[in-house]
């Protein structure tokens, strides 16, 4: 398994944050078969404000590059994101329509 954090950014407007959530409580199943279909076995979205942050697990076959591939392939999820892109603004310091970023793991604690 590999985990992976990523955050994003809504635009910093009430109206905004609340369709962004409300979008999410009922995501679609092409959206949730195209998550499963890039062997991701787990992802949860946590707010603060209008920052989020995404855990993303992934199998041993999971990759960045293969999802993007399937994300590009799937008219579906262009939608999708192309509807969720109207609520997220670029994170500080990133290249024009930027939306998830990629966390760098600093620590790790284990038992």
């Known amino acids: 398994m590999q ?14 944050i609340q369709a962004y959530i409300d ?7 092409e959206i949730l078969e195209s998550i499963r279909e890039a062997a991701v076995l787990q992802m949860s979205i946590y707010r603060w ?4 942050s995404m855990i993303l ?4 076959n ?7 591939e399937l994300d590009n392939a799937n008219p579906k ?12 603004t670029n ?15 600093i620590f790790e604690f284990k038992v």
């Open 23 to 29: 979008c999410h409580k009922a995501v679609g199943p």
């Open 77 to 88: 999820v262009q939608e999708w994101e192309a509807f969720l892109g109207q609520y997220q």
């Open 57 to 60: 697990v992934g199998d041993e």
């Open 3 to 16: 985990t992976y954090l990523l955050i994003c950014d809504l635009k910093d407007e009430p109206e905004a």
């Open 62 to 68: 999971f990759s960045f590059e293969r999802k993007a």
């Open 49 to 52: 404000g209008n920052r989020l």
């Open 91 to 105: 994170l500080p310091g990133t290249p024009a329509n930027w939306r998830w970023a990629l966390t760098e793991k």
